[in-house]
Structure formats: structure tokens, C-alpha cells
């Protein structure tokens, strides 16, 4: 429900004294105002332009890598809950890519548990039979060899034969040597070689198709909390206005806005030289530009710890930046608005007041011209904190005194 108060500016004058004009004689005898000096609060309000925001505003932009067409938008101003679908990209093209890859990904992933667990110990075992086979007839071979030795001792078998036999020995060692050395090499390189082209080819495919998979999630933006749709105006076609279906929209490229629209902020600049004005905690009044008759209660939450320069301000003028949170509600505030903030800068429950009309300044000094029977006084006074109406009375009058306005 929406609340609204009116701000107390009545507070800034002497409750039970509102500028109680009484009738004095004086030494002439002519009829001039006064007023009688009393106690009452004192309330000082210092007031700034800033502009009202969402204390929860989230960008929402694309994930879809390059440009994606838009089919499908959440209404602006629809009421969104966590995980709603906010657009909808067009992705029917990547949905038949994703059925190509997926193949793919099934190809690579046959090709490797037929190398691991077909081919690779398939040439492992021909290798260790031949090897079997080779060792097997260099063992014959050399028995042979021997034996032609001692025959050719007796004279039964040539020298020739013998030097042949020799040579068939030497080329069977040669040839059994390979074959450990292919069995080594084949072990060692070729087949972990293989098996990692293999692998390498599967995770190019898995990754191509995750990215694929995660390409047609990204077709689809769903809200991350609940909120308000409020579209950011963007450059398309050569115009500047919101999104449309149809439009294309770029990657990481902010096109929507979800704002909390029951929790705002105000947001202003203070002067460096008012910056004992505000302080964390104190009242606040808020009155939106829109609707100069709302009044709204809220609370200074958070004065900037550096100060800054402004944009369009001089460089030598300092500000610090003032965050102040909204208490009431109104169904009528929109972010970005301007508006009016009146912050408590001081409040007194009781001290003496004096109307400002009742002040008069000389040489950078305050004076009261006091009634003191029939006749006037002129009295140096010292004056404190002051709002349009009151100033504080630090000493040179009482409650009761009877002060001429000027």
C-alpha cells in the first residue's frame, strides 16, 4: 500500500509560538511589531537534486556467441520470477549442427576404444608371435651351424656350407633385432602417438559439441531473481529505441534491465564543503519531480568514503556521493526518476528561537533590538544553527524577551 507524509517543515518553527506578533509602545510613541522570544525545536533541512534507482537492478544481456536473432521478448513491465523466460534467440540452425556433432563426438569415441582396445593389442600380438617365431628359428639355425662345425671337422660337411650357414644365422639375428626394436618403438611412440591423436580428436569433437549444446541453452535468456522488464534503449539500424523481435542483438551487448520496484534507492552528489550536512542515519524526505505533492519517508544509508569531481563541474569542485534508502512505497516511481531529497541536517527538541526578521547583521556581527519597557535596547546576541524561518539562540537573550522585527 502506498504511504505518503507531508515533510514537517512546521518543525523548523517554535511549537506553540508560531511568530507570536505583539504590539509594543515605543520611545515615540509609534506602534511597531515585536515578537517574543521562546523555546521550541529547531529542525535544519538541507536539500539536493538526485535521481531514484533500483537497489537491485540487473543487466541482462546475451551469451550467444556473435549476433542472435530475436523471436520471442517478455513484455516491458511484466512481473518476472526467478527463471521465467525472459527472450528466446533463434537457434534452429544450431539445433542441426548439434546432431552433426553429436555423430562426430560417436565416430571419435569408436575410434578410440577400437584403437585401445582392438587394433593396439592386436599388432602387439603379432609382433610378440613373430618374435616367437623369429627367436624360434635363430635357435634352430645356430644348433645347425654348430653342428656343421664339428661335421666339418670330420670332413663331411664344406667350408662353404658352413659360411652360408653363418650368414643365414647373422641375418636372422638382424632380422630378430628389428623386431624388438619395432616392438620397443611401437610400445614407446607409435601406439601412445596414435592413442593421442585419437583422444585429441574426441575432445575436439566433445568440446564442439558442448559449446554447440551450450549455444542453444543460450538461446534461451531466463530471469536470475525476481523483477521488473524495463528494456535499455540501443543503437539498431541506425535508430536509438529498445529491442523489437526480429532485432539482432550481440554478445555481452546489455539490452534489459530487471529492477526490484519496491526497493529503491536515491542517489546524489553533496558538496565537499556540506559534507557535515549529512550524515548516515539521519531523516529523510524525498519528493519525486514527477509528482511534486508525494512525500516519502527515507533514511541516509551511505555517504561516500572518497570524494570525487563531477562531470560538467568544475575541476576544482568537489562532491561526495550520498545513498539514501526509500521507506515508503509509491506504484508510481520508476527508476531514473529526479528527485528532490530534504535531509534532517539538524534537529533540536528545545532550544530558544528567534524569527530571522527579528535579525539584524553588522559587520559580520547578529544584533536583536530588545523591548525593555518603554524603551529599546540594542543587544549583540549569538546565534547558532538556522532554518528559512528560526535561528538558534546560543546566549544574549532569554525565553520571554520581547524582540522588534527589522
Same mark, same amino acid.
Given at each position: 500500500?502506498?504511504?505518503?507524509?507531508?515533510?514537517?517543515?512546521?518543525?523548523?518553527?517554535?511549537?506553540?509560538?508560531?511568530?507570536? =506578533?505583539?504590539?509594543?509602545?515605543? %520611545? +515615540?510613541?509609534?506602534?511597531?511589531?515585536?515578537?517574543?522570544?521562546?523555546?521550541?525545536?529547531?529542525? @535544519?533541512?538541507?536539500? =539536493?537534486?538526485?535521481?531514484?534507482?533500483?537497489?537491485?537492478?540487473?543487466?541482462?544481456?546475451?551469451?550467444?556467441?556473435?549476433?542472435?536473432?530475436?523471436?520471442?521478448?517478455?513484455?516491458?513491465?511484466?512481473?518476472?520470477?526467478?527463471?521465467?523466460?525472459?527472450?528466446?534467440?533463434?537457434?534452429?540452425?544450431?539445433?542441426?549442427? %548439434? %546432431?552433426?556433432?553429436?555423430?562426430?563426438?560417436?565416430?571419435?569415441?569408436?575410434?578410440? +576404444?577400437?584403437?585401445?582396445?582392438?587394433?593396439?593389442?592386436?599388432?602387439?600380438?603379432?609382433?610378440? !608371435?613373430?618374435?616367437?617365431?623369429?627367436?624360434?628359428?635363430?635357435?634352430?639355425?645356430?644348433?645347425?651351424?654348430?653342428?656343421?662345425?664339428?661335421?666339418?671337422?670330420?670332413?663331411?660337411?664344406?667350408?662353404?656350407?658352413?659360411?652360408?650357414?653363418?650368414?643365414?644365422?647373422?641375418?636372422?639375428?638382424?632380422?630378430?633385432?628389428?623386431?624388438?626394436?619395432?616392438?620397443?618403438?611401437?610400445?614407446?611412440?607409435?601406439?601412445?602417438?596414435?592413442?593421442?591423436?585419437?583422444?585429441?580428436?574426441?575432445?575436439?569433437?566433445?568440446?564442439?559439441?558442448?559449446?554447440?549444446?551450450?549455444?542453444?541453452?543460450?538461446?534461451?535468456?531466463?530471469?536470475?531473481?525476481?523483477?521488473? &522488464?524495463? =528494456?535499455?534503449?540501443?543503437?539498431?539500424? #541506425?535508430?536509438?529505441?529498445?529491442?523489437?523481435?526480429?532485432?539482432?542483438?550481440?554478445?555481452?551487448?546489455?539490452?534489459? &534491465?530487471?529492477?526490484?520496484?519496491?526497493?529503491?534507492? %536515491?542517489?546524489?552528489?553533496?558538496?565537499?564543503?556540506?559534507?557535515?550536512?549529512?550524515?548516515?542515519?539521519?531523516? @529523510?524526505?524525498?519528493?519525486?519531480?514527477? =509528482?511534486?505533492?508525494?512525500?516519502?519517508?527515507?533514511?541516509?544509508?551511505?555517504?561516500?568514503?572518497?570524494?570525487?569531481?563531477?562531470? #560538467?563541474?568544475?575541476?576544482?569542485? !568537489?562532491?561526495?556521493?550520498?545513498?539514501?534508502?526509500?521507506?515508503?512505497?509509491?506504484?508510481?516511481?520508476?527508476?531514473? !526518476?529526479?528527485?528532490?531529497?530534504?535531509?534532517?541536517?539538524?534537529? +533540536?527538541?528545545?532550544?530558544?528561537?528567534?524569527?530571522?526578521?527579528?535579525?539584524?547583521?553588522?559587520?559580520?556581527?547578529?544584533?536583536?533590538?530588545?523591548?525593555?519597557?518603554?524603551?529599546?535596547?540594542?543587544?549583540?546576541?549569538?546565534?547558532?544553527?538556522?532554518?528559512?524561518?528560526?535561528?538558534?539562540?546560543?546566549?544574549?537573550?532569554?525565553?520571554?524577551?520581547?524582540?522588534?522585527?527589522?
Amino acid at each position: 500500500m502506498k504511504r505518503q507524509l507531508i515533510i514537517p517543515i512546521l518543525l523548523a518553527v517554535p511549537l506553540g509560538a508560531y511568530l507570536l =506578533y505583539e504590539r509594543a509602545g515605543s %520611545v +515615540n510613541a509609534s506602534q511597531e511589531e515585536t515578537v517574543i522570544v521562546a523555546k521550541g525545536p529547531l529542525a @535544519v533541512w538541507s536539500t =539536493y537534486q538526485g535521481s531514484l534507482e533500483s537497489r537491485t537492478a540487473m543487466m541482462i544481456a546475451s551469451k550467444f556467441r556473435g549476433s542472435a536473432t530475436v523471436i520471442e521478448l517478455a513484455p516491458e513491465g511484466a512481473e518476472i520470477s526467478n527463471g521465467d523466460v525472459l527472450v528466446r534467440f533463434e537457434s534452429s540452425s544450431l539445433e542441426q549442427e %548439434v %546432431v552433426g556433432l553429436e555423430r562426430d563426438h560417436a565416430l571419435a569415441e569408436s575410434e578410440l +576404444n577400437s584403437l585401445k582396445n582392438a587394433k593396439i593389442p592386436l599388432e602387439l600380438r603379432e609382433l610378440d !608371435m613373430d618374435l616367437i617365431e623369429v627367436r624360434s628359428t635363430l635357435n634352430s639355425d645356430r644348433q645347425y651351424l654348430d653342428a656343421s662345425i664339428r661335421l666339418a671337422k670330420e670332413g663331411l660337411v664344406s667350408e662353404q656350407e658352413i659360411e652360408q650357414q653363418k650368414d643365414k644365422v647373422e641375418e636372422i639375428t638382424t632380422q630378430l633385432e628389428t623386431l624388438e626394436l619395432r616392438l620397443q618403438l611401437t610400445g614407446e611412440f607409435l601406439h601412445p602417438s596414435e592413442l593421442k591423436r585419437a583422444q585429441a580428436k574426441l575432445a575436439s569433437a566433445a568440446q564442439a559439441l558442448q559449446l554447440a549444446k551450450q549455444q542453444v541453452l543460450n538461446s534461451v535468456v531466463r530471469a536470475p531473481t525476481d523483477g521488473t &522488464v524495463i =528494456y535499455k534503449p540501443l543503437h539498431i539500424g #541506425g535508430e536509438f529505441r529498445t529491442v523489437r523481435v526480429g532485432d539482432s542483438i550481440f554478445q555481452n551487448q546489455p539490452f534489459m &534491465v530487471l529492477t526490484d520496484m519496491n526497493d529503491f534507492l %536515491v542517489h546524489l552528489e553533496v558538496p565537499e564543503g556540506e559534507l557535515a550536512l549529512v550524515q548516515e542515519g539521519t531523516d @529523510v524526505f524525498i519528493q519525486p519531480l514527477a =509528482y511534486p505533492g508525494v512525500r516519502l519517508r527515507g533514511m541516509l544509508e551511505t555517504v561516500g568514503s572518497m570524494v570525487q569531481t563531477m562531470p #560538467g563541474q568544475p575541476a576544482w569542485q !568537489m562532491f561526495f556521493h550520498v545513498a539514501i534508502g526509500l521507506e515508503d512505497v509509491d506504484s508510481r516511481l520508476r527508476p531514473g !526518476m529526479t528527485v528532490t531529497a530534504h535531509i534532517l541536517s539538524y534537529y +533540536n527538541p528545545d532550544t530558544t528561537l528567534i524569527p530571522r526578521v527579528a535579525v539584524r547583521w553588522e559587520a559580520g556581527r547578529s544584533f536583536a533590538t530588545v523591548a525593555t519597557g518603554s524603551l529599546r535596547e540594542t543587544r549583540q546576541i549569538e546565534l547558532g544553527m538556522a532554518n528559512e524561518h528560526n535561528y538558534d539562540v546560543i546566549a544574549g537573550l532569554i525565553p520571554g524577551d520581547e524582540v522588534f522585527i527589522e
